[in-house]
């Protein structure tokens, strides 16, 4: 099993739908979760750190479900701009602080 | 603060060329991070230093590659002989974290640097 599972997509949203993306970790011991944004050609930036409790930013909302190790991101009204690869997260994994999904590609269409 | 800054931004060489790859973290982060980023493959782990030292090279590819963090502000990533199959976008990253044994909750975000694109022909 790979450490951290993603869809790849790609998913083709119209602008104002609601989509979720998903992804699995397999080290229980992991404590830091993240969703990280790419843009085309781009650098990788933090979107949103993944708490226990869940926690919103806006329209985005994330989840972690520890007993199924499994992180959530859900974007409300979809915006042209959301156009991009969301990459999940998770830390530690032996001596490797943080360890990357593959990214979920989302294109958000008019 | 100017970020993470990676020299050059692009790089087109010939196989069997030695390449070099700059990284000038953060100030005041004492983690570094270089990954590799393919289509194939996504983003690869291929070092880590804490504090200067490096912690896991496991990602290293072989012998051909080889990093180094002389110092707090200043890394690079070299290969040599360069192949074909090198060919990628390595990106340089910096945080501030404690050691990785007590990482915590919301702890160590890395910032990326634009990344270097590498062709290799």
């Known amino acids: 099993r790979k450490e951290v599972e993603q869809d790849p997509g790609p998913f083709n949203v119209p602008e104002g739908a609601t989509v979720a993306f998903n992804c699995t970790y397999s080290?229980?011991?992991?404590?830091?979760f993240f969703w990280y944004r790419q843009d085309c050609r781009k650098e990788p930036k933090l979107l949103m750190s993944v708490y226990s409790s869940g926690n919103e930013d806006g329209r985005f909302t994330a989840q972690l479900n520890r007993a199924s190790q499994y992180i959530s991101l859900l974007i409300r009204d979809s915006k042209l701009s959301d156009s991009a690869t969301y990459l999940c997260?998770?830390?530690?994994?032996?001596?490797?602080?943080?360890?990357f999904g593959k990214g979920t590609r989302l294109s958000v269409i008019a | 603060d100017a970020g993470v800054i990676q020299s050059p931004r692009h790089e087109v060489t010939e196989m069997g060329q030695e390449v070099t790859l700059r990284c000038k973290p953060i100030s005041g982060h004492n983690s570094l991070f270089w990954y590799r980023q393919t289509m194939m493959r996504g983003l690869e782990l291929l070092i880590y230093?804490?504090?200067?030292?490096?912690i896991d090279d496991s990602g290293m590819p072989e012998d051909r590659f080889s990093a180094k963090m002389p110092n707090a502000s200043f890394s690079t990533l070299k290969i040599q002989p360069s192949e074909p199959r090198d060919s990628a976008v390595y990106f340089c990253?910096?945080?501030?974290?404690?050691?990785?044994?007590?990482w915590g909750r919301g702890q160590g975000e890395a910032f990326f640097g634009q990344g270097t694109r590498l062709t290799v022909v």
């Open positions: 997260v998770v830390g530690p994994s032996g001596n490797t602080p943080l360890v």
């Open positions: 230093f804490n504090n200067n030292v490096p």
């Open positions: 990253a910096s945080s501030l974290a404690p050691s990785v044994i007590s």
């Open positions: 080290n229980s011991a992991s404590q830091s």
